[in-house]
């Protein structure tokens, strides 16, 4: 597996992810898929994504101090036009830090995409921000 990524099979292989887990409800396995994802992504350096997805499912378990260690990798290594990773790890670092102006700037990109539960996902992050934003007054 490691000399395929090597080679350049990164676009190639399946990664392990079912959005399925997230949609039932089971963080738990949906965590311990992206975990399996983060480490075969690793060797080749495209964490990004799976990052920042997996920084989500940890917040949404209450892990915080993970999902902000996350979410940061995920802004330092999702790539500028890997939209959903940008969307994504911009909603978890508004929800973390009660700032909704990144959960805005996150729908604006989320805007560049047709991807209707992306769009969703960050307006809820906005008004999930706000919320926190204003009970911390």
């Not at 392990?16 to 399996?36: C, D, K, M, V, Y």
């Not at 996350?70 to 999702?78: K, V």
């Not at 999930?128 to 911390?136: D, L």
């Given at each position: 597996r490691a000399?395929?990524?090597?080679i350049g099979?990164?676009?190639?292989?399946?990664?392990?992810?079912?959005?399925?887990e997230l949609l039932a409800?089971?963080?738990?396995?949906?965590?311990?898929?992206?975990?399996?994802?983060l480490e075969i992504m690793q060797p080749v350096g495209s964490v990004g994504y799976q990052a920042a997805l997996l920084a989500n499912v940890l917040l949404r378990r209450g892990a915080a101090d993970e999902a902000e260690r996350l979410a940061s990798i995920a802004q330092a290594e999702a790539a500028d036009d890997n939209i959903a990773a940008q969307v994504v790890w911009r909603g978890v670092k508004a929800?973390?830090?009660?700032?909704?102006?990144l959960a805005?700037?996150?729908v604006q990109v989320a805007d560049l995409t047709d991807?209707?539960?992306?769009?969703?996902?960050?307006?809820v992050n906005v008004t999930t921000s706000m919320r926190r934003s204003s009970s911390m007054r």
């Amino acid at each position: 597996r490691a000399r395929g990524l090597d080679i350049g099979g990164v676009d190639y292989i399946t990664k392990p992810f079912s959005p399925l887990e997230l949609l039932a409800g089971n963080l738990e396995a949906a965590e311990q898929e992206l975990r399996e994802g983060l480490e075969i992504m690793q060797p080749v350096g495209s964490v990004g994504y799976q990052a920042a997805l997996l920084a989500n499912v940890l917040l949404r378990r209450g892990a915080a101090d993970e999902a902000e260690r996350l979410a940061s990798i995920a802004q330092a290594e999702a790539a500028d036009d890997n939209i959903a990773a940008q969307v994504v790890w911009r909603g978890v670092k508004a929800r973390l830090d009660a700032d909704p102006l990144l959960a805005e700037e996150a729908v604006q990109v989320a805007d560049l995409t047709d991807d209707l539960n992306l769009r969703a996902d960050a307006l809820v992050n906005v008004t999930t921000s706000m919320r926190r934003s204003s009970s911390m007054r």
